[in-house]
């Protein structure tokens, strides 16, 4: 352990600490050099470091819930759920960093240290959504994020990004205060606290009152990117690459999925949503209202020809299946929700990166535009294979573990041949987009300029090269760190 000896709230600080300290150099490096954001890169592995060793001493000492409090004023709760969440959050932000060096540097117009700041903000602001105690101090974790995240897509100020960015806005502000923070006041009316607790504060709501309110939450968290609240998303693509990796694999829409884990689990308790969820036929309303979001999603990823916005339904997609995975409201279905929450961020943001990576090289945005690409930058493009068929779910890869564990959950205690079928169908949409782009990669009839052969063979070892391997090793390891997730989220506990 690199901190030994310390407290759970002294981890905690640290972990606090690292984007606040990201943020203020961000901010106060006047001439912005490289010096800087190596710096923000070394304390974000600080960050992310101290997140091991919370998740280290939470199992050396047998907890499964924990409320910590700093000067009995600021309250948090630690729990199997948001360590996993935070350590790849922490981890992720690193890769972000290392990544975001090279990057600005061969796109001038991205102002670094207005990047930074607002990157490390955000960062803090899903921390806070994380270990909040409480659905009040969650909303308005939720909310700071969205703002602390508008600047990003904001960025560069042409016409475009205003409209996108307002969308963007619009959409997650307005869900959140017409569904979301109703739902809590709701909650608050009738339970009289909204703080999280094992087995969850749900005992006394009438059988219709439950499936609506649910549906509330569900839909008032709209950074989950449910259909039809998902058009923000691909709106935000607009932004550079490494916010759109942000945007997809750390922070916003991954704390959406870990918001409605948090309420199923601790807020409603899944036994209790189990008899109280209406259903259709054996399938309740839930499961099939995020089946219809991931077959829009990807009906739709189908015919998109640029590829961000074609990775962007695609994150559409693979977020409905960890919804469908946490509407079974079963144990080993949220274990299998936690398990692809973590495989997909490891998959989607290597895509990302090595789109990125593609774009700042040859400029090539357009899906038709790949053909050749296999034999001028061998290592980017296979990268991008492998992480492609981890999305997609084929053996041995990250995507595969998570996916079968799903199909493992839809099996048990009883099997549920709705979610069968739909996971199969969705599998089968996302290897047809996914292998359209493979097969240009690895075509012939295509050659890129000398001058543009020369740029790629001086920029591979850059930062981006090596943020894209370390994030690539985790689609190509998860086996590993699976194994290291479930002896955490094994010792969840749903009932008191």
């Excluded at 935070?86 to 090279?102: C, D, E, K, Q, R």
């Excluded at 990057?103 to 899903?126: D, V």
């Excluded at 969705?426 to 001058?451: C, G, R, V």
């Excluded at 591979?460 to 479930?486: D, E, K, N, P, R």
Aim: positive net charge; aromatic residues 16%; proline residues 2%.
């Amino acid at each position: 352990m690199v901190f030994s000896g310390l407290e759970l709230q002294e981890l905690l600080l640290i972990m606090f600490s690292a984007p606040i300290l990201s943020a203020c150099v961000a901010s106060l490096a006047g001439s912005w050099r490289l010096s800087a954001s190596s710096f923000i890169f070394f304390i974000s592995i600080i960050g992310a470091w101290a997140s091991i060793d919370l998740i280290n001493l939470f199992l050396s000492e047998g907890h499964s819930f924990v409320n910590v409090s700093f000067l009995n004023v600021l309250h948090f709760n630690i729990e199997p759920i948001n360590l996993v969440f935070v350590s790849m959050l922490l981890w992720l932000w690193a890769a972000t960093n290392l990544y975001s060096i090279s990057y600005l540097s061969m796109n001038i117009k991205i102002l670094p240290g207005k990047f930074f700041l607002f990157l490390s903000l955000s960062i803090f602001c899903t921390l806070c959504i994380a270990f909040a105690s409480n659905l009040i101090s969650m909303f308005v974790g939720y909310e700071l994020l969205t703002l602390a995240t508008y600047p990003l897509v904001v960025h560069l100020g042409k016409d475009e990004e205003r409209k996108s960015a307002r969308v963007y806005l619009y959409v997650l502000l307005g869900s959140s205060f017409i569904l979301l923070l109703p739902a809590i006041a709701y909650l608050e009316a009738v339970v009289g606290n909204t703080d999280f607790a094992v087995g969850g504060i749900m005992q006394q709501l009438s059988f219709s009152s439950v499936t609506i309110l649910f549906m509330m939450f569900l839909y008032g968290v709209a950074k989950s990117a449910i259909v039809p609240v998902h058009f923000w998303l691909p709106r935000a693509m607009v932004a550079s690459f490494p916010v759109s990796a942000v945007l997809h694999a750390v922070a916003v829409v991954k704390s959406g999925i870990f918001i409605m884990m948090k309420i199923s689990v601790y807020i409603f308790g899944l036994d209790y949503l189990q008899n109280n969820i209406f259903k259709v036929y054996d399938t309740n309303i839930i499961t099939v209202l995020c089946a219809l979001s991931l077959l829009v999603s990807a009906v739709l990823a189908l015919y998109q020809t640029k590829i961000k916005m074609l990775l962007a339904y695609s994150t559409i997609n693979q977020l409905s299946i960890c919804l469908i995975a946490v509407s079974m409201f079963h144990p080993v279905a949220i274990k299998a929700a936690i398990l692809h929450m973590v495989s997909h961020a490891f998959g989607k943001i290597t895509l990302f990166f090595a789109s990125g990576y593609i774009y700042c090289n040859s400029t090539i945005s357009e899906i038709k535009d790949f053909k050749g690409l296999g034999r001028k930058m061998k290592l980017i493009t296979a990268i991008f294979t492998i992480s492609a068929f981890s999305i997609i779910g084929m053996p041995i890869f990250a995507g595969f573990i998570s996916k079968a564990y799903i199909y493992y959950a839809a099996l048990s205690p009883s099997i549920n041949y709705f979610v069968l079928c739909v996971l199969t169908i969705s599998i089968l949409f996302t290897a047809h987009y996914f292998i359209k782009i493979i097969y240009n990669i690895y075509e012939e009839n295509h050659e890129l300029s000398s001058k543009r052969k020369k740029v790629y063979e001086n920029k591979l070892f850059s930062s981006m090269t090596f943020a894209i391997i370390f994030t690539f090793l985790g689609v190509v390891f998860y086996f590993w760190i699976y194994q290291y997730i479930y002896q955490l989220i094994d010792i969840i506990r749903y009932t008191i």
